[in-house]
């Protein structure tokens, strides 16, 4: 009957982030246009409420002393993610084409256009706060995170908001709120993190009761649900012909996670428990990465997914399970 609960509960938290996530697309829209801002930077702000079943767990995991929980978490959600989101951007692209939609011109030869902010303000910030964070704390003198690592990180963040805000500004545009549209935004906001936090919540439940490894069940079963309101988030603004803010939301979330994310667990301390483990997961959040920069980069068109780069995301995530349950669990051992 606990089982059955939480998982009914699971159910009803990914409903109302799909629901919170529906009220967002709109108000980015506007937003933009009333700041000058570009799509990339409208994903950063987007991030901090799509982020937040990472932040949540985290903190959660930190407080509680579960924090390889959180650490598995942080890692396996910046995987699986990728894929995944790309993924969801480029059907709903296809499925629900707009005259908005920078890929429209491109239906034809079914690419998911970007803007080439998707690159210099998402994709290469991203990489080099993972090669950070892999200088932190992997080389064994100060392996494993320390409070000092939570700092530094949290500093990162701010210069990358920063720069997102800053670079490729667009004229400002007159914008005409309504009330209802506001107290919807912000209602969609507080449901979107609360159902997110519910989710992560009914995960762990359901990995106490399943007696699953605090790691493994961050890795596969949090990780893989708390990316459930992006996903819905994604679809939704890609709907509206906001493109590359749906596409690079993703990379905006990931940042999010691999810094203010990764806050909570410093500051508890965590060592390194399993390195080869740790490295291997680190090595594909940081494979991915530099492959959805490299596909943006020296896509034809340029700045564009076509549908073998998104499969091929997919395949570098089979990959990596494949490596973790022959290679790292060695499960047939």
Not at 109 to 136: M, R, W
Not at 212 to 234: K, M, Y
Request: hydrophobic residues 55%.
């Amino acid at each position: 009957m606990r089982l059955l609960f939480w998982v009914l509960m699971l159910l009803a938290a990914v409903w109302a982030a799909h629901w919170g996530a529906n009220q967002l697309a709109s108000p980015l829209q506007k937003l933009r246009q009333q700041w000058g801002l570009n799509e990339a930077a409208g994903a950063a702000f987007v991030a901090l409420a799509t982020a937040s079943p990472e932040i949540g767990t985290n903190t959660a995991s930190a407080v509680q002393g579960l924090s390889e929980i959180g650490l598995g978490n942080l890692l396996g959600s910046n995987i699986i993610s990728v894929p995944v989101i790309v993924g969801v951007a480029y059907v709903a692209s296809r499925t629900h084409p707009t005259d908005q939609s920078p890929s429209k011109q491109f239906s034809k030869q079914k690419v998911l256009q970007l803007k080439s902010e998707a690159l210099t303000v998402q994709a290469i910030p991203y990489l080099g706060i993972c090669l950070l964070a892999t200088l932190l704390l992997l080389p064994k003198p100060w392996r494993g995170l320390q409070p000092i690592d939570g700092w530094i990180m949290l500093l990162v963040y701010v210069v990358y908001l920063g720069q997102a805000i800053l670079r490729k500004r667009q004229q400002r545009q007159p914008v005409r709120w309504q009330r209802q549209e506001l107290i919807a935004a912000i209602l969609g906001v507080v449901v979107l993190a609360a159902g997110a936090y519910l989710t992560v919540t009914a995960t762990e439940k359901i990995v106490g009761i399943l007696k699953i490894s605090q790691v493994l069940g961050g890795l596969f079963i949090t990780s893989t649900l708390s990316i459930a309101p992006e996903v819905f988030a994604t679809w939704s603004i890609a709907k509206s012909g906001q493109i590359t803010a749906a596409t690079t939301g993703v990379i905006a979330d990931n940042s999010v996670t691999m810094t203010l994310a990764l806050f909570p667990l410093a500051m508890v301390s965590l060592p390194i428990k399993d390195l080869q483990l740790f490295t291997v997961n680190l090595v594909f959040v940081i494979t991915l990465g530099a492959f959805y920069a490299g596909f943006i980069q020296w896509g034809k068109p340029s700045y564009s997914f076509e549908l073998k780069e998104v499969v091929a995301l997919i395949l570098i995530y089979i990959v990596y399970l494949v490596v973790m349950l022959f290679g790292v669990l060695r499960i047939l051992g």
